[in-house]
């Protein structure tokens, strides 16, 4: 038996069968389960299990695995469930209608706690983004060869003639993700909100104005000025799909079946689709208009102090899970000035991570499973994935995490008073969004060593419990 089957078989029988799975789905360093029944899952037989790094507790149940292991288990609990090959060793004998039954309540009080309307619309903006990292990262270190192969270019060191085709090559498969993302969004959104996916992906592709032309543009009636392709960008697609979510679940309660499939569709997109160019986009482009605008402005009059503030905190955001509510405003930065500044300040959050993973690695050399622990999460901590730092090394310690919080935010510091530091796409950070920094590659490189020399003083000297000093095999 293979280690990701062994080990998606125990995190089965850990969340309480097989049975007791409604969906899973996974993202770069998480499986995230749908339990139909939360009482029957085992938090101690969690902490038991060789290759789980952690657990949080969300509308989702999301198991904290690192990457490259979670896709493989994700796999794994996918062909265990479609073998019938899950079953709880437990003997877990309350069948999958039995169980929806008893969860029934749990799950309505789960919600009055946790989904609060700000919660509640988080996750869905975390919900309809994750799917489409994969493709960011991908498609980003793509558009990144492309910028370097360009430069060279520039400067004399390549052929134009030979190397001009590979460019427009590499810029096609990057915007295959990013001149289409809108429709991505809309279809997503569209399953995120309840609504026809197809349905979703034309509201999304109406943004982007194709047809118009120069002579015979759309006039935004507010301005009289004319409207601009993707105006408004993806604030407006998740804005206009959620309205065509409502307009849907109420025309499907009123048209009759027989011409349901011709009818509601539509109406919807003709009604959906005048709110989205003559309404939405005009109002969604001012929004993030402004919203980009303030944050530059900060960006620009906070420096150090904003770059420390924003890298300080952002840890805390990953370990709560809310860090991809912001790819909407990075992607929002790249579409209208063509990088977000945002991205190279928190990606010091997991420079600070590093350094206090090293410090840790020294003062506690006695302590051989926090070691191995650190062995294990740390290259991936240097390209850029924290949760395995996270939930397998600092945040346990406890201050670690504290001083780690600050380190990035020395680093954030540092790439605030540089400024005009930006990534033309999304993807992981540390070493790994080098090729993507546009404004001063050494620039962030100078942050990144910041970044973990801030995090390492800092925990070397202040941060190292002393318990996790003491010797253990």
């Given at each position: 038996m293979s280690k990701y089957k062994n080990l998606a078989q125990q995190i089965l029988e850990a969340v309480g069968g097989a049975e007791n799975i409604a969906s899973y789905t996974n993202c770069m360093t998480r499986l995230r389960l749908t339990p139909v029944n939360r009482s029957l899952i085992n938090e101690e037989t969690f902490k038991k299990i060789d290759g789980v790094l952690g657990v949080v507790d969300h509308e989702t149940y999301q198991i904290i695995l690192g990457p490259g292991v979670v896709t493989k288990v994700a796999e794994q609990v996918g062909i265990i469930l479609a073998e019938g090959e899950g079953a709880s060793r437990q003997s877990v004998t309350l069948s999958a209608e039995k169980l929806q039954e008893q969860g029934a309540d749990i799950k309505a009080e789960l919600k009055k706690k946790n989904n609060t309307p700000l919660k509640n619309v988080l996750?869905?903006?975390?919900?309809?983004?994750?799917?489409?990292?994969?493709?960011?990262?991908?498609?980003?270190?793509?558009?990144?060869?492309?910028?370097?192969?360009?430069?060279?270019?520039?400067?004399?060191?390549?052929?134009?003639?030979t190397w001009n085709q590979y460019v427009t090559i590499l810029s096609v498969i990057k915007n295959a993700i990013f001149f289409y993302l809108v429709i991505y969004v809309g279809i997503y959104a569209a399953k995120e909100f309840g609504a026809t996916p197809a349905l979703g992906g034309v509201i999304g592709g109406t943004t982007l104005l194709t047809g118009m032309t120069p002579e015979a543009p759309i006039q935004n009636i507010f301005t009289g000025q004319p409207l601009m392709s993707g105006q408004g960008g993806v604030i407006g697609v998740l804005l206009a799909v959620w309205i065509l979510a409502l307009l849907e679940k109420q025309l499907r309660k009123v048209i009759p079946d027989a011409i349901d499939i011709i009818v509601t569709p539509t109406i919807v997109l003709l009604i959906v689709g005048l709110i989205t160019i003559f309404?939405?986009?005009?109002f969604a482009g001012f929004v993030s208009h402004h919203l980009i605008g303030s944050i530059e402005w900060v960006l620009a009059r906070g420096g150090v102090f904003a770059g420390f503030v924003l890298g300080a905190t952002f840890l805390p955001l990953v370990m709560l899970g809310l860090h991809q509510v912001l790819i909407p405003i990075h992607m929002e930065m790249i579409h209208t000035s063509g990088m977000t500044q945002l991205l190279p300040i928190l990606a010091m959050a997991g420079a600070g991570q590093v350094g206090a993973?090293?410090?840790?690695?020294?003062?506690?050399?006695?302590?051989?499973?926090?070691?191995n622990m650190i062995k294990g999460a740390l290259p991936v901590g240097i390209l850029g994935i924290g949760e395995p730092l996270i939930y397998g090394v600092t945040l346990p310690l406890g201050r670690p995490f504290i001083t780690a919080c600050i380190g990035g935010g020395i680093g954030g510091a540092t790439i605030g008073l540089f400024s005009q530091v930006g990534a033309m796409a999304i993807g992981p950070s540390g070493v790994a969004l080098i090729p993507l920094i546009q404004g001063g590659i050494w620039k962030y490189t100078v942050g990144l060593v910041v970044g973990y020399f801030g995090g390492f003083i800092t925990t070397y000297f202040f941060g190292v419990p002393k318990e996790a000093m003491m010797k253990q095999e």
């Open positions: 996750r869905k903006i975390g919900n309809i983004f994750i799917p489409l990292i994969p493709a960011f990262v991908g498609a980003g270190l793509i558009a990144g060869i492309g910028s370097i192969l360009s430069n060279n270019i520039t400067a004399g060191h390549l052929d134009g003639d309404l939405i986009m005009p993973a090293i410090a840790l690695w020294i003062r506690c050399r006695k302590n051989k499973s926090l070691t």
